[in-house]
């Protein structure tokens, strides 16, 4: 049964032939949770992922305004896996699936046979049909190399307002826009206006930072609008406390190299800028739809490109297929769709784990279950909203409580204590020592130019 | 005496007209020191440089090898100087100098005026007349974008080692050379050594990382023979132990894709590999020789690009203008040219602050001195040698005294903490934390490609 185009790769020992095969796809929440549960199930599992580490998401806004270094955020995919001797790590790019041989192929030419699929892929920016204008110039979080562009773009944006003597350019640089008041704009709208106010404060002798404005554009009437009216209310009011202009039921309408357009209950108004943050829309993986379509159930796919699930996750017809995390549209008993947050991933990975482990004993087991224990968000150094039930909470007390379930969750990554002790240490001294400009672009002048592959000897 | 292609920048505040100016290009140890010991001078200081951080080059062989991140070993600029009202940063470029009207130019056509220049540019690498070939495929070690190029590097290798099944592949990808033997070769060797055969040890499943080759190729004798031959000989002993191959009286004479060639007293070898690091030459930065034409003195630049100065540290002719740190040629009272090695940079920087602060005042100086407090390298995890005066140290006792040292002089930067932290942590878990393959490339099977702007959504 081997393709001539897809050789099947040989499998690590021959013993492992005859135990069943799970590829999982994406080292993200889910498809990482998945692999620890089958820590004790009598099977070979084959993790593949494009890069070679595990990314703890919820910080990635931390990365992108110099909080945290890229390497506290994340861990090495084959350092989790070291001691799971029946997990192999392949840092590879799937590219297609065949149903009927049950396989994955990847980019390099090689197949991979499964007798167990998970797709957990994840998702990417959307930004409503204008992908191609506007991924350019306002990009997104979700990769590190993201947030270390952001970075960039933003503490290069105070080197040339520092230079220039032109007042309007000035303006136009410290003036920072952050689309979507979802949980990560509100976290970097937050975290720009600390930057800006708190720890960059003493650092320029011609522009004064604290002047710079941090714009939040969110369409609806509240920011973090899911939460109770009461949080949300209290989440606008403590950004526009840390010098957040928030501006509700706005849209964006265009984004050009010096302004952008935002349309106010139907009025336009430009505002001359040049650093757009986009945290307004994702999309799912194109993998969902691929695989939807290779397995002959191509309208569980939503236009988002999510693919809808059975109660137990797996693909409509192919009960061994499971689609995890951000990719997934689950439809709960009382029809509500789960959001694409890492509980709900985290969740999927561990049930769908023992799914599989049940099939292969032959158990039978419910379907899948998300316990929501609650959501939160932070709002810059001190402040939260967490809502659990019935409980809310705001300020600091959220913001503690915040914390410690982003340590505990650290707890999956070796460096927590690095990560906790980072933290401390810019809390105690309202520093960011990560405020580094690196990578493709060096300021010269008024514009951003592109680094030689060497540096030359100024340094 | 405005030039209209370069004007003059509006200096910050009216006052300062008066004040002296002392720009000062380079923010390394030479130039952040003599910005630093001018702390009380009553003039004004302008510090450019392309990068907007402080980057601690001893370190960055940690960087490399994913014991640290770029931020633990960089500090920005700004938050050096943030307290230091004299200082004024500038994130640029120097281009050219105009010494009659005693201006520097800056790639954004701005100029800067002077009346005390310090240039402290330092070096790059060297590739004995080879750069054009050599300099893509074998990366130095001078730049954090250097440090993340090697760390991708030799990560990449390792994984796509692990998806081979061709066993010359394998061996070819496993091997790692390093060219040069002096301290950044030997701490490269010994930290590679130790990663593939302490820290990725159980993290495969197809190859062992443990037979992984690293080998040393020194033209000299003995490897670090700067130092005293006892010395130089435990070095290569420690680095042996470690795992590493010591080529002695050994040159590379051919970089390919797939193999390099040495020659052994005259014998040539191919070695199989794809991973070359490059450790064994450095050429001053060129601005060096642009300052000493514009001042009419071109022949005080020898053929490394160097610029022999007085004993002053000043250029001959100009005793306004000085050159320090790696891009100076400093020929001490009986005939020693002075190392490019840091605790030189930092002495100079000091002394030129110190008198130029003296010239304003009219006080006289005494010519530059360097104190030589000793050398010290490291060999690994928990090796090191040390020499200063007549006393010599091998083993644990000179890594403890290295480590010291190092982290007194990180007490420059805030974060000295934090790197403590982080190297004790490693230290007693063997782990590197660090271990991101990120930038511009991934592993797409058997080669290296370039990744697009936005990663697609497989994560």
Known sequence: MQSTAHPELDRPKPNDDRLPQVVIIGGGFAGMMCAKQLKRAKLGIQLIDRRNFHLFQPLLYQVATGGLSPANIAAPLRSIFRRQKNVRVWMGTVVDFDAAKQLVHLEDGTSLPYDYLVLGTGSTHHYFG???????VAPGLKTIEDATVIRRKVLSAFERAEKSSDSEEIARLLTFVIVGGGPTGVEMAGSIAELSKQTMRYDFRSIDPTKARVILVESSKLVLDRYHEKLAKRAGKDLRELGVEVLNETRLAEILPDHVVVLEQGVSRPIPTETVIWAAGVKASPLGRTLAERCGVPDMVDRGGRVAVQPDCSLAGSPNIFVVGDLANFTTADGKSLPGVAPVAIQQGVYVGKRIAAMIQGRPTGPFRYWDKGNMATIGRS????????????????????????????AR???????????????????????LITGGQVITGGQEARLPEKPASNP
């Open 383 to 410: 402040h939260a909203i967490v809502e659990s039930g019935k409980l809310r909470l705001t300020g600091k007390l959220a913001w503690l409580a915040w914390l410690f379930i982003h340590i505990l969750y650290l």
């Open 130 to 136: 204008r992908d191609a204008d506007w991924e350019s």
């Open 413 to 435: 990554f070796e460096n927590r204590v690095l990560v906790l002790f980072q933290w401390f240490w810019n809390y105690v001294t309202r520093n960011r020592t990560a405020r």
